[in-house]
Every structure is written in C-alpha cells, then in structure tokens.
C-alpha cells in the first residue's frame, strides 16, 4: 500500500532563514508526488510536483523539492522564508492505478520575525 | 474561471440531523473529489466521480454517507443521523483526467461541527 510520511509535525524558523520540510514515499511502484499549501481556513493550493523527468522540481512562491528514488523521499525546501509562509504544508502521493491523493499528516511551518 | 466553490463554508450541527453540502467544479473539469480533513491530519480520501458516474469510495464513506452529481456538474454530500466524529473539514477537488495534468484544483472546504 502507498503512504506518505512527514516526519516534522511542526518547524519554527525565523524570517529569512532556509527551510527543509521532509516528506518520505513508500510505494513498490512510481509516484506522481506533490506538495500542497492550507492556510488558515482555506483549502489547498498546490505548490509543485513531480511527474517524471528532473528530479529537481521548482514550484510557486520560491520553493523547490528534490525526488530521490534511492532514498524515497520528496523533501520541500526554501531558502529564505518570509512571514507569509506560515501555513500547513501537505506531501501527496498519486499512483495510477488508484486514482487518489494520499495525503501526509502535514507539517505546520511557524515563520518568526 | 472562478476555482472551486464550496457551499456553505461553515454548518454547526446537532447530533442525529442530516446535513447536505454542495461543491462547484471548474466547469472543463470532468473529475470531482471529496476528501474528509480532522484536525492536525492530511486530507482522506472519501469518493470520486468521473462526469456523474461515482467511481470510487472510501471504508470511511459509512452507509450514513451519500454523494452525487447528477449531471456531471454540481455535487452533493449528504450525511444523515450525523455523529459528532463526523466534525471534519469536508473538501471537495476538481480535476482533468490523469494523464492530463494529475492536479487537484480544491475548494475552501465546509467545516462541519456537530453538537
């Protein structure tokens, strides 16, 4: 069975700092993985993913993930964060013949001035 | 183009009423999904149609749960005898097919909270 594991429930960070959030994959066939964006009271917005091709896939508002088939992982980073990346951040996987998202349990990035 | 839209937004409950919630598509998408969120979790999968045939449903759509999309359209998700762990976010997603672009495009959710 697919899963998606986040391993931070929370990261604090100050303003202008790098971020890492992690978020490993399991599954014995390919993924199409993404990473998703909830602010408060809204729904989600999707902030990059990876399909095939380079592993290394730039999304929106100046965040970046790298695919790493050999160690299953699918880590989210920016390398300085502002105020108004605060928010919960949500790792996905697709695979094809099941045609869901499963959803990590999301880890909520705290930016601090 | 104006995204999804979910209606109503908020709906507080009391335990044993049924509630009905209603979700808008982008209007070219075929596909429309609707996910279940609890605090401090992901989004769970709960069903998804393809134009007005449902095609998939999750264990934990009881059989208090019903959806549909009679006309490939709109849909709808009713719960009925509502429990309070039925308290969630319920999101709905709308999609072009796999294989198209495998994005989700999802809505502001409607926060159910039974009393």
């Known amino acids: 069975a697919q899963s998606v594991t986040q391993l931070d429930s929370q990261v604090p960070v100050f303003e202008e700092a790098p971020v890492e959030l992690r978020c490993n994959y399991s599954s014995s066939v390919s993924v199409y993985l993404f990473w998703y964006v909830q602010y408060p009271n809204q729904g989600l917005q999707l902030l990059l993913k990876y399909l095939s091709g380079s592993t290394l896939v730039k999304g929106i508002n100046g965040f970046e993930a790298e695919f790493n088939k050999s160690q299953t992982s699918f880590h989210l980073r920016k390398p300085s964060v502002h105020i108004s990346d605060t928010a919960e951040y949500f790792c996905?996987?697709?695979?094809?013949?099941?045609?869901?998202?499963?959803f990590g349990t999301g880890t909520r990035l705290q930016v601090f001035p | 183009d104006t995204g999804v839209s979910q209606d109503p937004r908020h709906k507080i409950t009391k335990r044993g009423q049924n509630v009905t919630f209603r979700c808008d598509p982008i209007s070219e998408h075929n596909r429309l999904y609707w996910y279940r969120q609890t605090l401090g979790q992901g989004p769970e999968f709960l069903t998804y149609?393809?134009?007005?045939?449902?095609?998939?449903k999750s264990r934990l759509l009881s059989d208090r749960f019903s959806a549909e999309r009679p006309k490939g359209s709109f849909s709808t998700l009713e719960i009925q005898r509502t429990e309070q762990g039925d308290s969630a976010m319920y999101l709905c997603?709308?999609?072009?097919?796999?294989?198209?672009?495998?994005?989700?495009?999802f809505g502001p959710g409607t926060r159910l909270t039974v009393t």
């Open positions: 996905a996987s697709w695979r094809g013949n099941t045609d869901k998202l499963i």
């Open positions: 997603a709308s999609s072009l097919p796999p294989g198209a672009a495998y994005e989700q495009y």
């Open positions: 149609f393809q134009n007005e045939a449902q095609l998939e």
